[in-house]
């Protein structure tokens, strides 16, 4: 189901947005877009390397590919306050351990923040991005370890506790516009800031969907199913994959 | 003037047991090598400051040398894990490891901020998330313009900063290009500071983008050819993916790192 997830993701990607692109699936999802129907997607990698052209799928935010195909190599704090914050980057990418119903992540701690059953690596980049991006699409596998009721730790914000939050916060950016799981696609109601379940992957029935999440899980009056992957989509897939360490 | 020592030497005239030492190369110019000396050196109750604490940090923690970890992201990139380092958290082996974790923009400005010779840096960060009130680094700031709550963070100054590069010419300039990360900042932040090279040449020819530290803004510089591996120097070097996929079952078992450490780093 990576691929239906990876492939979705893509599909959300119109050509010529500036993408800040994270390691694993979203890497994978940007680059296949670039390779498919958005030959024009600006990738900006963390590691400073702004409009990176990678031909195989990079391990490390800092391969030495994407410098040597970038437009241009920054410095980390030039990324952060120049291109990040300032409010240059239209699609934010981001991952996390668990969410909640407002989009909320957690990327830090599984249990107490003291005494933490499992420590996680940590924010990084994420709550920068994800106060700054002009979207934000996360991408999470779905389960009720993952979808929970409360998080055990915020490390980065998607609408606080309502749809009045990240103004008060001050958070310029417009936060999570999709979340994207194995099992289907969700979006902010605007009313709520809930999330709403609003596509389903081919063959996963709502019920499979609504046992996955660890709260009361609200379904679109207009549930649509999501196209499945095509031959040239895979077919562009295979080939990074295969190229890639 | 920066003077052209042996690695040991400069381990040993810059970092020091109990100091605040930051080592940086964003998965770039990691300077593997230093941090095998300081092992050598069996250095003590380091405050390590690194961006991103990967396989360098998982082997001088498993090693004993850091306290405490001042950090933003803590994992081996891509692959998973750091099981030194969760070891050290959850069990205090073989050493207790304290934590001070910030967001990357977060430390970054610390660093320019101790870089600027300023008590604090002002961003866009922490609020509403679950790091704000609780790092003492990071409080709220009022902008006196416009009346807008922004985080400030305190600056950094390390004791010392070590870094690796690719050349230095013979009176200690130093280049490096590539992934730049936040080493400049790292340097000009710290007290003391410490640059492996790959090369020490005649003459630094000019390479777009790069970064000059001139020899007057740094203590010691060390030839230590690959030194950053299992990650890379640009026009040297490529990252050892493989390496670092490898780590992770190497740094699993307390028994099998020691003894990668003994073959490795201690023979």
Not at chain 1, 19 to 42: K, M
Not at chain 1, 118 to 131: C, F, K, M, N, Y
Not at chain 1, 178 to 204: F, N, S
Request: charge should be negative; glycine fraction near 10%; include cysteine.
């Amino acid at each position: 189901m990576s691929d239906m997830m990876v492939v979705a993701a893509s599909r959300a990607l119109t050509d010529g947005l500036v993408c800040f692109v994270g390691i694993g699936l979203p890497s994978t999802a940007c680059n296949l877009a670039r390779l498919t129907h958005a030959p024009n997607l600006v990738l900006v990698y963390e590691s400073g390397c702004i409009g990176a052209k990678p031909t195989r799928l990079p391990l490390s935010i800092g391969d030495g590919e994407l410098a040597s195909t970038a437009d241009t190599v920054v410095s980390v704090p030039e990324i952060f306050n120049y291109w990040l914050q300032a409010g240059r980057i239209d699609v934010g990418f981001l991952g996390a351990a668990q969410i909640d119903r407002h989009a909320n992540l957690n990327s830090t701690v599984i249990g107490d923040y003291a005494h933490p059953t499992v420590r996680l690596p940590g924010a990084g980049g994420a709550p920068e991005i994800a106060s700054a991006a002009r979207e934000v699409y996360v991408m999470i596998r779905h389960s009720r370890r993952s979808f929970v009721e409360r998080l055990d730790f915020r490390t980065s914000v998607g609408f606080g506790d309502g749809p009045s939050d990240r103004e008060r916060l001050g958070l310029r950016g417009g936060g999570p516009r999709k979340v994207i799981t194995d099992l289907g696609i969700l979006e902010p109601d605007p009313a709520t800031a809930e999330l709403v379940l609003t596509r389903v992957h081919p063959g996963v029935d709502v019920d499979t969907v609504r046992d996955a999440t660890g709260w009361e899980l609200r379904v679109s009056p207009h549930l649509g199913v999501t196209d499945p992957p095509t031959a040239e989509e895979l077919d562009a897939l295979r080939r990074l994959e295969k190229a890639s360490p | 003037m920066a003077q052209i020592m042996d690695l040991s030497d400069g381990i040993a005239a810059v970092v020091h047991d109990g100091d605040v030492v930051a080592m940086e190369g964003f998965t770039h110019l990691i300077p593997h090598a230093a941090a095998h000396e300081l092992i050598r050196q069996r250095r003590r109750d380091l405050t390590l400051v690194r961006l991103t604490p990967d396989v360098l940090a998982d082997q001088l923690i498993g090693m004993g040398v850091v306290r405490k970890l001042v950090f933003g992201w803590g994992g081996n990139p891509g692959v998973g894990s750091l099981h030194r380092f969760r070891d050290a958290y959850h069990n205090g082996w073989p050493v207790p490891l304290e934590l001070e974790e910030h967001s990357h923009a977060g430390l970054v400005n610390r660093y320019v901020a101790g870089a600027s010779g300023l008590p604090f840096a002002v961003l866009r960060g922490y609020r509403g998330t679950g790091l704000e009130g609780r790092v003492p680094t990071v409080r709220p700031v009022t902008c006196p313009f416009t009346g807008e709550e922004l985080a400030a963070v305190a600056a950094i100054n390390p004791d010392a900063t070590v870094v690796h590069a690719q050349r230095a010419d013979r009176e200690g300039n130093v280049q490096l290009w590539g992934i730049v990360g936040v080493q400049k900042e790292a340097v000009l932040a710290a007290s003391r500071s410490l640059v492996t090279v790959e090369e020490v040449v005649d003459r630094l020819e000019r390479v777009p983008g790069d970064v000059i530290l001139p020899t007057w803004s740094l203590t010691a510089v060390a030839v230590a050819p690959g030194g950053a591996h299992p990650s890379y120097t640009a026009g040297y070097s490529e990252r050892d993916n493989d390496f670092y996929v490898a780590w992770d079952a190497v740094s699993r078992d307390r028994d099998a790192f020691q003894a990668w450490i003994e073959r490795n780093v201690l023979a």
